[in-house]
T-cell receptor
Framework: EADIYQTPRYLVIGTGKKITLECSQT?????MYWYQQDPGMELHLIHY???????EKGDLSSESTVSRIRTEHFPLTLESARPSHTSQYLC????????????FGQGTRLTVV | GQQVMQIPQYQHVQEGEDFTTYCNSS?????IQWYKQRPGGHPVFLIQ?????EVKKQKRLTFQFGEAKKNSSLHITATQTTDVGTYFC??????????FGTGTSLTVIP
């Protein structure tokens, strides 16, 4: 079983609220990713990090921000939630190297009302 | 930019029928990985292929990596209801960028 955890699993929040989705892994992986996904659909990369103090935006335009102060922790923050942010958010990590698999957390299902 | 497309996007099959999903990259890949996501779950790694023309099998699943290392396929023989889910390929390009494919959602009708 992968040691990567996301909290909360489910979140219902009002429009305009600031929220932080937590992601932690205990595998010492350098590479971490955030994906947005509607059920059974494509994984949209919104942010990634290749190590401490390294963060990059992904292919999907997003009003979210991330930080990577510690190797194991990669939180995602939405400054002002909107109904269009309603989706599932998946965090993943990989060890450095080309031929390494990605491990996913259980995901956070976010609903903005 | 890098694109990894999968076809079909959706597939409905009768239980017992075969299923194939195809993965096509716009650039050469160092490797190809396949993941399965059960409904309500998260993607889980199935297998990795690294060599040009490589073929690997896992029980009823057969994975192929193209000779040019730009495409791959996953074939399931005699589908079962437990095969339901979304199948993603993922590749690493020569610039060490890691990309997921667009996914194929499989429904198996009992």
């Amino acid at each position: 079983e992968a040691d990567i955890y996301q909290t909360p699993r489910y979140l219902v929040i009002g429009t305009g609220k600031k929220i932080t989705l937590e992601c932690s892994q205990t595998m010492g992986h350098d590479k971490m990713y955030w994906y947005q996904q509607d059920p059974g659909m494509e994984l949209h990369l919104i942010h990634y990090s290749y190590g401490v103090n390294s963060t990059e935006k992904g292919d999907l335009s997003s009003e979210s921000t991330v930080s990577r102060i510690r190797t194991e922790h990669f939180p995602l923050t939405l400054e002002s939630a909107r109904p269009s942010h309603t989706s599932q958010y998946l965090c993943a990590s990989r060890q450095t190297g080309r031929n390494t698999e990605a491990f996913f957390g259980q995901g956070t299902r976010l609903t903005v009302v | 930019g890098q694109q990894v497309m999968q076809i079909p996007q959706y597939q409905h099959v009768q239980e017992g029928e075969d299923f194939t999903t195809y993965c096509n990259s716009s650039t050469t890949l160092s490797n190809i990985q396949w993941y399965k996501q059960r409904p309500g779950g998260h993607p889980v790694f199935l297998i990795q292929l690294v060599k040009s023309g490589e073929v690997k099998k896992q029980k009823r699943l057969t994975f192929q990596f193209g000779e040019a290392k730009k495409n791959s396929s996953l074939h399931i023989t005699a589908t079962q209801t437990t095969d339901v889910g979304t199948y993603f390929c993922a590749g690493t390009n020569t610039g060490n960028q890691f990309y997921f494919g667009t996914g194929t959602s499989l429904t198996v009708i009992p």
